[in-house]
């Protein structure tokens, strides 16, 4: 994957355009809502600062049990939400390097770019958007928009002195995760020039990437599921012949000299970044080939029928259904006046549901302010527990933050007599 592609043509360099100092849009990029702190032995430099932040954050650490297609995996060997992320990470770091645009950059998006990926992977973010519409919580749930809520809001980190605070991240990598969006209808994507507030964004793929980092980040997403999703569904063996020729005949437009039946699908990746790199310019943009795009739009077409939508997770997704809505429900309807005392009326019967979800609503609301401070939580508060509303919106955000497993485990709990 770290093949210099300019030995056999000359990628274009793109380091006029790069996010470092000089760029006319460095200080807004590397601006943060608040001053950090920082030794005087750091010499990282903003971005790489984030990278690091990202990386000691707990829901960094929850992906690795977190559903990329195949949920609740006992193989070792299917691909998990943290190991697409690194995946991500990798593909962004080859092109990013070949273009001579800021590596630091595209790393830290690449790493947060999912933080907010609810469990069950992208049918656990239909069941949590269904239940947001339905009680009309907010507009909608979509997790790029979650991941820019988790590591503004959400994910804290303790400073010098032990106390609990956001994670403060640069207005670039921030922007890159919320508009990383993988789903890449345009063949030619460049970035905006429009600074503005990114809450503002109502939906994935509403803007394009602040920088040309985070248009590599959003164009690498894509580029790592589509081989990956192929080799999970090879090692499942849930194909049919027919589908697996099938697959054959389109891989093998981007191999015409090869036997296609012998290629593992990660040439794939190689294909891609290849035609990418070779055909992308700063004044047109980051560019496919019409080959490779139409490639590109086909196995995309061909994992959804085939591989997202297989008969084998139906079942599955039914159950995870049943699991966050009862989850969903049970959190509910501890809401009243003393939604504390409720919950602590039930603490042996769910005593890991009770136990985690009030210290959720101790962190980010002001239910137990005494408590509060015993924790050390310097972070915003950004739910009013009184209101129904933003109750239960603490609930979604709680509920996408768990894990598969962990959230297995509350379900076990509600539906178990002890």
Not at 26 to 48: C, L, N
Not at 188 to 199: A, G, H, S
Not at 308 to 330: N, S
């Amino acid at each position: 994957m770290t093949e210099n592609l300019s030995k056999k043509r000359t990628a274009a360099d793109f380091s006029q355009v790069a996010m470092y100092e000089g760029n006319p849009k460095y200080e807004q990029a590397i601006s943060r809502v608040t001053e950090i702190y920082k030794t005087e032995y750091d010499s990282r430099s903003p971005f790489e600062r984030d990278e690091h932040r990202l990386l000691h954050s707990t829901a960094y650490r929850r992906m690795k049990n977190k559903t990329q297609v195949f949920f609740a995996t006992e193989n070792d060997h299917i691909c998990t939400r943290i190991e697409h992320v690194t995946h991500v990470a990798s593909i962004a770091e080859t092109i990013a390097k070949n273009l001579n645009l800021n590596q630091e950059l595209v790393n830290a998006i690449a790493i947060g770019h999912d933080i907010g990926h609810a469990p069950f992977g992208h049918h656990g973010e239909f069941i949590l958007n269904d239940i947001v519409k339905r009680l009309d919580i907010c507009v909608r749930f979509w997790h790029e928009g979650n991941s820019l809520n988790f590591v503004d809001n959400i994910e804290l980190l303790p400073d010098y002195q032990g106390n609990m605070k956001n994670l403060n991240l640069t207005y670039a990598v921030r922007d890159g995760i919320v508009c990383h969006c993988g789903e890449v209808n345009e063949k030619i994507v460049k970035p905006r020039d429009e600074f503005f507030n990114l809450t503002d964004i109502q939906y994935a793929s509403h803007v394009m990437p602040f920088t040309y980092e985070g248009c590599v980040v959003k164009l690498s997403d894509t580029i790592a599921y589509l081989d990956r999703d192929i080799e999970d569904a090879l090692i499942y063996h849930i194909l049919s012949d027919k589908q697996l020729t099938e697959i054959q005949h389109i891989i093998q437009k981007a191999f015409p000299n090869e036997d296609v039946r012998n290629i593992c699908p990660k040439i794939l990746s190689y294909y891609f970044i290849k035609d990418l790199c070779q055909n992308s310019t700063p004044e047109e943009g980051l560019k496919f080939t019409d080959n490779a795009f139409e490639m590109m739009r086909l196995i995309k077409e061909y994992n959804t029928e085939n591989i997202c939508g297989h008969p084998r997770l139906q079942p599955f997704k039914k159950y995870a259904t049943l699991v966050l809505e009862t989850i969903f429900e049970k959190l509910d309807s501890y809401f009243c006046d003393d939604i504390l005392a409720a919950m602590n009326a039930e603490r042996r019967l769910y005593p890991t549901l009770t136990s985690y979800f009030r210290t959720w609503l101790i962190r980010y609301t002001e239910i137990d302010l005494e408590r509060k401070a015993r924790y050390k939580c310097q972070n915003k508060v950004i739910y009013d527990y009184k209101s129904h509303k933003m109750y239960r919106k603490a609930i979604i955000h709680f509920i996408s933050a768990m894990t598969d497993k962990f959230a297995i485990k509350i379900f076990n709990e509600i539906i178990s007599f002890h």
